[in-house]
């Protein structure tokens, strides 16, 4: 016990700036029910590793399946992404037998993303193993795998954030969410260092091990998530509330929204269409392996955190956050410079710079853009309005990362056969075309951003209202 005190003792004494995180909680929502509550971002962060960073290249290169086809797959659990507004609006609405609006859609999607997972494996072993089956049972199966745990992983991740912000007060809901942010990327880092670490000597059982391994943790990290979170209210007679298509159109009528929302998805396409070729582009072009290949995942995730660190403090002392954005924009815009230079020359070293230069540059223009979402101010929509941001930028994503796959097996057809010239007989010549055109987006999404700079006038600070370790109850 003595010891106990001491510590906290000397945690009191600590600089608040070196805790970032302190002035999230609150005398109702203490910091460690906060981050309990966060451990279903570490479930959404698993999934996505593997759904986005190791299956693909998993798929592609060990298990010889087409780049189309994995592109697809990939792309068939954001099928499901534009339905997040509508889920979002459905558990602001929603009233259970037991009095939850938010558990009751968490819990669906959990058990969505626990069944995805559970067959996920088997269905890819199908997928690209000879067998007595017909092509389209493998096919199939993998459709469902991946769909099933894309409308978990959406279902999960909307109903938890709008969660997390009915716990918090109005002052700490961007705090809050932020935090649920920093969780999502520190949990893909992780994941991605034990993935790589358990996919090191690749085998079908490994692989197996290894997808199971992330469903059993989903149903056990969900469910400390929501034990005892969301309080149990006796069900009331509601009045009138209007439907999803008139609160949509309220909220898609309010000033900028609709510029605002053409640059999110101009933006999250342009970093999402590597996605599919990242991992292909590392083993193809510059040997590396799955171990390698899958660490780029957490590269990816860490260069994001550096930016929310960075993100925080320019915020802070007032920096618009859609010229944020644009900063993010134009480090993206090096970042896939140094991938493209890295398969000319060869150079692994540049690659993961490229990498991580990437993933600084959409985690600047990911938590920028959902600060700018926040302030486009939805009365007590809050799932609506954290549903239509993840809608997009999902859909988008998917529809991007569908297309890379296409443009990647499109071009280095024709290139084989000689039809686009001599340049296009180097397999990194599909590659380039691709982080090329990504280049072009980000330009655009520069375009889209430069008027809402001007438009928009950013609120008056509130006061500071930051809460210290020395409040803590001992």
Known sequence: MNVQRLLIEKMKRIDPRLLPFADAASAELPLGRLLRLALFQVSVGMASVLLLGTLNRVMIVELGVSASLVALMVALPFLFAPFRALVGFRSDMHRSAFGWRRVPYVWTGTMLQFAGLAIMPFALLLLGSDHDAHPAVGQISAALAFLLTGAGLHTTQTAGLA????????????????????????????????????????????????????????????????????????????EASPGFGEAWKCFANKPQARRFLVAVGLGTAAFNMQDIILEPYGAEVLGLSVSATTMLTALLAAGSLAAFSLAAGLLARGTHPCRLAAMGVLVGVLGFSMVIFAGAFIAPLLFRAGVVAIGFGAGLFSVSTLIAAMNLDSGEQTGLALGAWGAVQATCAGLAIGLGGVLRDSLAMLGATGQLGKAFLASSSAYGVIYHLEILLLFLTLVALGPLVRAWRRDEPAAPTRIQLAEFPN
Request: aromatic share 8%; net charge positive; hydrophobic share 55%.
């Open 163 to 238: 969660l997390a912000t009915d716990l918090a007060s109005t002052e700490q809901r961007p705090r809050v969410v932020a935090l649920m942010y920093v969780v999502l990327l520190l949990s893909m880092i992780v994941s991605g260092y034990l993935f790589s670490f358990v996919l090191a000597d690749f085998s079908p059982v490994r692989l197996i091990q290894a997808v199971q391994g992330a469903a059993a943790a989903t149903l056990v990290l969900n469910v400390i998530a929501l034990w005892k979170q969301e309080a149990r209210r006796r069900p009331e007679p509601r």
